[in-house]
C-alpha cells in the first residue's frame, strides 16, 4: 500500500468488517478463568506478527524492509496469512506516531492504523493492536510506559471498543529484566495504569500486559485489577538463554498459565539471531508441545518480515539447519504445520 493511497476509507472499512462479522460470526474475544473464548467456545491463537504498520510512512525511508511491508499489507497478504493457518493477527503500532505531543505525529496515521484492523476483521481474523516503542517507530522510547504511551491509546481505544475482536496488548517488552520486588513494583503501577486508562473509556475489550525482561516472565508477578475480568497476559517464549528449558518454561511463564489466561504474543527461532543453536529444531518440537498442554497461543514474528518466509516467499524451516544468517533457517514452516494440526 502506498501511502494514503491504500486506503479504502476508514467508514467503508468499518462497514465491511461489521458486515463480514455478521455474515460469518462476531468473531467475540473474552477471558473466562484462564482461558481465552472466542463466540464462547474455548480459543487458543494461531497467528502471525505484522510490522508493516509500525511507523508513520514518512519515517520509513531508512527502513525499507519495513517500507516494503507496509506496501504489502491488504487482501492478498490477508489471504496468505488464512492459507498458512492462522486466524489472528499481531499488528504493531507506533506510539510516538500516534500521540499528538510527537514531533513524528502524522494525522493521518490513526486512520490508517484503523483501516488496517478494518480490512483484517473483514477477513474474519481476530486482531491483536500492540503498542510499540521501539527503533522501528520513528522515535524510540524509553522500554516503559510514559504519557506518550497513554496518548496513543487515547487515540484508538475509542473506535476500537466497537468491536471486541480486537484484543488490546497495551505496552511491548517492558525492559525491566530483573525479578526485583521493586521492578515488579514498577510494572504493576505501570501496567494497572494503562488497564485503568482503557477501562474508563467504557472499552471493554480483552487487554494483554506483557512480562518484565521483554516479555519473558509472568511468574511471580504481582496482581493487576481489571473490573471487566477481562485481562490476559502476553508472553514471548524466544529461546534465550533464560527460557530454553521445561524447567525455565514452568518458572517464567507455564505455571502462570495455570490460573491466569497467557498468550505468546511473539516468537521465531532463527539462523538469523545472536543466540542461535543448531538445537532449535528440536527445541521448537518441544516449545509447541509444551504451549499446546498449556492451551498458550502463538504469533509468529514476523510475516510480512524475512522471518515466516524467506525473501523468495518460501516459508523457512529447518531443513539442514545451520545457523548460519544467511542460510534463513527458522520456524515458519514449523509453525504453519502446528497451527494446520491444531
Same mark, same amino acid.
Given at each position: 500500500?502506498?501511502?494514503?493511497?491504500?486506503?479504502?476509507?476508514?467508514?467503508? !472499512?468499518?462497514? =465491511?468488517?461489521?458486515?463480514? $462479522?455478521? $455474515?460469518?460470526?462476531?468473531?467475540?474475544?473474552?477471558?473466562?478463568?484462564? /482461558?481465552?473464548?472466542? +463466540? &464462547?467456545?474455548?480459543?487458543?491463537?494461531?497467528?502471525?506478527?505484522?510490522?508493516?504498520?509500525?511507523?508513520?510512512?514518512?519515517?520509513?525511508?531508512?527502513k525499507p524492509a519495513y517500507a516494503s511491508a507496509r506496501e504489502r499489507y491488504g487482501p492478498k497478504l490477508l489471504d !496468505?496469512?488464512?492459507?498458512?493457518?492462522?486466524?489472528?493477527?499481531?499488528?504493531?503500532?507506533?506510539?510516538?506516531?500516534?500521540? @499528538?505531543?510527537?514531533?513524528?505525529?502524522?494525522?493521518?496515521?490513526?486512520?490508517?492504523?484503523?483501516?488496517?484492523? *478494518?480490512?483484517? /476483521? *473483514?477477513?474474519?481474523?481476530?486482531?491483536? =493492536?500492540?503498542?510499540?516503542?521501539?527503533?522501528?517507530?520513528?522515535?524510540?522510547?524509553?522500554?516503559?510506559?510514559?504519557?506518550?504511551?497513554?496518548?496513543?491509546?487515547?487515540?484508538?481505544? &475509542? @473506535?476500537?471498543?466497537?468491536?471486541?475482536?480486537?484484543?488490546?496488548?497495551?505496552?511491548?517488552?517492558?525492559?525491566?529484566? +530483573?525479578?526485583? @520486588?521493586?521492578?515488579?513494583?514498577?510494572?504493576? $503501577?505501570?501496567?494497572?495504569s494503562l488497564i485503568d486508562q482503557v477501562r474508563a473509556s467504557g472499552a471493554q475489550n480483552v487487554v494483554l500486559v506483557? &512480562?518484565? /525482561?521483554?516479555?519473558?516472565?509472568?511468574?511471580?508477578?504481582?496482581?493487576?485489577? +481489571? @473490573?471487566?475480568?477481562?485481562?490476559?497476559?502476553?508472553?514471548?517464549?524466544? =529461546?534465550?538463554?533464560?527460557?530454553?528449558?521445561?524447567?525455565?518454561?514452568?518458572?517464567?511463564?507455564?505455571?502462570?498459565?495455570?490460573?491466569?489466561?497467557?498468550?505468546?504474543?511473539?516468537?521465531?527461532?532463527?539462523? *538469523?539471531? &545472536?543466540?542461535?543453536?543448531?538445537?532449535?529444531?528440536?527445541?521448537?518440537?518441544?516449545?509447541?508441545?509444551?504451549?499446546?498442554? /498449556?492451551?498458550?497461543?502463538?504469533?509468529?514474528?514476523?510475516?510480512?518480515?524475512?522471518?515466516?518466509?524467506? $525473501?523468495?516467499?518460501?516459508?523457512?524451516?529447518?531443513?539442514?539447519?545451520?545457523?548460519?544468517?544467511?542460510?534463513?533457517?527458522?520456524?515458519?514452516? !514449523?509453525?504453519?504445520?502446528?497451527?494446520?494440526?491444531?
Amino acid at each position: 500500500m502506498a501511502g494514503r493511497k491504500w486506503m479504502i476509507g476508514i467508514t467503508a !472499512a468499518l462497514a =465491511l468488517a461489521t458486515s463480514a $462479522a455478521a $455474515a460469518l460470526a462476531t468473531g467475540e474475544v473474552t477471558v473466562e478463568g484462564n /482461558r481465552f473464548y472466542r +463466540d &464462547g467456545k474455548p480459543w487458543v491463537a494461531e497467528g502471525v506478527v505484522l510490522v508493516g504498520m509500525v511507523a508513520p510512512e514518512a519515517t520509513l525511508a531508512d527502513k525499507p524492509a519495513y517500507a516494503s511491508a507496509r506496501e504489502r499489507y491488504g487482501p492478498k497478504l490477508l489471504d !496468505a496469512i488464512i492459507d498458512y493457518g492462522a486466524d489472528a493477527v499481531r499488528i504493531a503500532v507506533s506510539q510516538s506516531g500516534l500521540d @499528538p505531543q510527537s514531533p513524528i505525529h502524522d494525522p493521518g496515521y490513526r486512520d490508517e492504523v484503523l483501516d488496517a484492523v *478494518a480490512q483484517a /476483521r *473483514a477477513k474474519g481474523l481476530a486482531v491483536l =493492536l500492540l503498542m510499540q516503542w521501539q527503533g522501528a517507530t520513528g522515535l524510540r522510547g524509553t522500554g516503559m510506559p510514559t504519557d506518550t504511551t497513554r496518548r496513543a491509546w487515547a487515540e484508538l481505544i &475509542g @473506535p476500537l471498543s466497537k468491536d471486541r475482536g480486537v484484543l488490546l496488548e497495551l505496552f511491548n517488552e517492558p525492559t525491566l529484566k +530483573d525479578r526485583t @520486588p521493586e521492578n515488579w513494583a514498577i510494572w504493576q $503501577a505501570d501496567m494497572q495504569s494503562l488497564i485503568d486508562q482503557v477501562r474508563a473509556s467504557g472499552a471493554q475489550n480483552v487487554v494483554l500486559v506483557d &512480562g518484565l /525482561r521483554g516479555g519473558h516472565y509472568l511468574g511471580g508477578s504481582p496482581p493487576l485489577h +481489571d @473490573p471487566t475480568g477481562q485481562l490476559g497476559y502476553a508472553v514471548h517464549p524466544f =529461546l534465550v538463554a533464560v527460557n530454553k528449558t521445561r524447567r525455565q518454561w514452568d518458572e517464567n511463564f507455564g505455571d502462570f498459565a495455570r490460573d491466569h489466561p497467557v498468550m505468546g504474543t511473539s516468537f521465531n527461532a532463527r539462523s *538469523a539471531n &545472536g543466540y542461535c543453536r543448531k538445537t532449535f529444531p528440536q527445541e521448537v518440537d518441544k516449545l509447541l508441545k509444551y504451549l499446546n498442554q /498449556r492451551h498458550i497461543g502463538l504469533f509468529i514474528w514476523a510475516f510480512d518480515l524475512p522471518g515466516v518466509r524467506r $525473501a523468495n516467499g518460501t516459508l523457512s524451516s529447518y531443513d539442514d539447519f545451520s545457523c548460519d544468517p544467511k542460510s534463513g533457517g527458522g520456524a515458519g514452516e !514449523a509453525v504453519h504445520e502446528y497451527f494446520l494440526a491444531h
